[in-house]
């Protein structure tokens, strides 16, 4: 157990090379598997202190990390419901959620972190600082956007709340170091785009917690479809993931290769609500689960995984049909 600790404290460390440019996202270095391979879980819409079968989601998570071994996982946001963690000092309720749920060793690794909107109603800074950080250090929310860079694959972790106009009327969300709205999303939108544009890696998977298009029951966010989403598009993004909607869900564009996937079924789940839509829905559940991935530079494949760790749904992407090169 100390020994574990001890190599904890050494992955962490140095996933933790933060560098920054003027004007550019922050950006965390992780390097891939020896291999150059890499595993990834990724999971949303969860801290619920265990209820609504997030421990059972969580057991499962620790039971196919350890069988792909994962080299880290991605939150979609939402991590602390209703209203995110009450303040940095809210160490219990960061615990009860977080720490003392996803217990696996095979989680025992990073966990890079994007807001949601019930993190938003909460102290929305919370999540970024050293207090919170140094009750797990797996926690890492080194901005409200960044860019995790592992070798073959890049992640751009993008704050999405803001974009959504109707949360602006909503007292309580917290804007410190957010407002004013536009010149917010007009710095992050810019800083994504050179990122995107100046990213040499094989696979360039953008990260948030709203939709863009979904069929489940929150359905598209239409900021996300007039702002990020042509922006993704241009800038040869493969991937899209999102989850803000509590189900598992691929979709796949008319009009271009980015994949639309949500992945926000970390703990309350069966909302029994739909959305038409006329993108090419490949596969919807409406349950509780998680999606893994592993990377390699020739393939990616990717699964959905339900409360049991069943495969519910799995494909691949090569690399010809969908990069730049
Ligand atoms: C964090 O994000 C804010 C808003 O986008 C930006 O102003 C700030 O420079 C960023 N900090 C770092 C360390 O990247
Ligand atoms: C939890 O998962 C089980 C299946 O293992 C399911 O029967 C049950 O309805 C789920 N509970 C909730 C609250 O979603
Ligand atoms: C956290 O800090 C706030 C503001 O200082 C205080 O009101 C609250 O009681 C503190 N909570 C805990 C759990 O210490
Ligand atoms: C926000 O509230 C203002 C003032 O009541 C109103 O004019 C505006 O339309 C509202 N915006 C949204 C997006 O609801
Ligand atoms: C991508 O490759 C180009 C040319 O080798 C280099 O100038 C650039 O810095 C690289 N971009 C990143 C983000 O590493
Ligand atoms: C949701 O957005 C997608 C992508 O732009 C679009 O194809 C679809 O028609 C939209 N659905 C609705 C209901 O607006």
Redesign the pocket.
């Known amino acids: 157990m100390v020994m574990m600790a001890t190599v904890l404290v050494a992955v962490v460390a140095a996933a933790m090379l ?1 560098a ?1 440019a003027v004007g ?3 950006r965390v270095e992780h390097a891939p598997k020896e291999d150059g391979s890499l595993t990834v879980l990724a999971v949303g819409d969860w801290g619920r202190k265990g209820q609504f079968n997030q421990t059972l989601v969580a057991t499962q998570m620790g039971v196919i990390g350890e069988q792909l071994d994962v080299d880290f996982v991605l939150s979609t946001g939402d991590n602390f419901y209703n209203d995110g963690l009450a303040g940095d000092n809210d160490t219990a309720g960061f615990r009860e959620s977080f720490t003392d749920i996803y217990t696996a060793t095979s989680l025992q690794k990073p966990w890079y972190i994007v807001l949601g909107n019930h993190d938003y109603t909460g102290d929305a800074l919370a999540q970024q600082s050293a207090a919170i950080r140094a009750v797990d250090s797996r926690w890492t929310s ?5 860019v995790v860079d592992a070798g073959i694959a890049e992640f751009f972790l993008v ?1 999405t709340s803001p974009f959504v106009l109707r949360y602006w009327n909503d007292s309580k969300f917290d804007w410190r ?2 407002a004013p709205r536009d010149t ?1 999303l007009s ?2 939108l810019t ?1 994504l785009g050179d990122a995107l544009l100046q990213s040499n890696a094989t696979w360039k998977i953008v990260v948030g917690h709203h939709t863009i298009s979904s069929a489940c029951g929150h359905g598209n966010t239409s900021e996300l479809v007039a702002m990020l989403l042509p922006l993704l598009k241009a800038n040869g993004a493969h991937m899209y993931l999102n989850g803000h909607d509590h189900c598992l869900q691929r979709i796949t564009s008319i009009d271009s290769p980015l994949q639309l996937v949500t992945s926000g079924g970390g703990s309350k789940a069966w909302a029994g609500k739909f959305k038409e839509t006329s993108d090419k829905l490949e596969f919807m559940y409406d349950g509780q689960g998680f999606l893994s991935m592993r990377l390699t530079a020739a393939e990616a494949s990717f699964a959905f995984h339900d409360v049991a760790g069943a495969v519910l749904h799995s494909w691949k992407l090569t690399k010809p049909t969908c990069t730049k090169n």
């Open positions: 933060v920054q550019e996202l922050a080194v901005n409200k956007s960044f704050d170091q957010v917010y710095n992050l800083d």
